[in-house]
């Protein structure tokens, strides 16, 4: 079993509390602190490393910088989960799924490009934006 500090634990526990939201560093600093945690942003930044390279972690870089999210499937390194976000509302959704296996296996045969999906964001428009939970389930 790995070492964990107070300060890790306070640091997976505030991604456990906003399992559907993404942090970045800043927000998940401000968080801490409102719950009582004095954390300092660079010992902050080292434990999101650590968690985003234990697999607890999603990290994904953009053009406004780093933001972070949990994973739900730590338990093997499989290459089946990414994020899903909403170009509307914003909304991060993280999803395992195996149906990219073969798009993931086809880039890297003919294309010689590995995916890593633990850093991929897929954009688009969500379900609840799109207006599909008004016709789900009516014929």
Known sequence: MAYTTKQSQAVLRC????REESLTAAELAAELRRSG???????????LDKLAASGQLHKVNTAEGAFYHLCAHTEDNHRDCFLLKCSRCGRIRHLDCTHLHDFYQHLEQEHHFRIDPRQTLFAGVCDLCNGEEATHGTT
């Open 15 to 18: 991604f456990e509390q906003r």
């Open 37 to 47: 945690s004095s954390v300092g942003l660079a010992t902050i930044y080292r434990h």
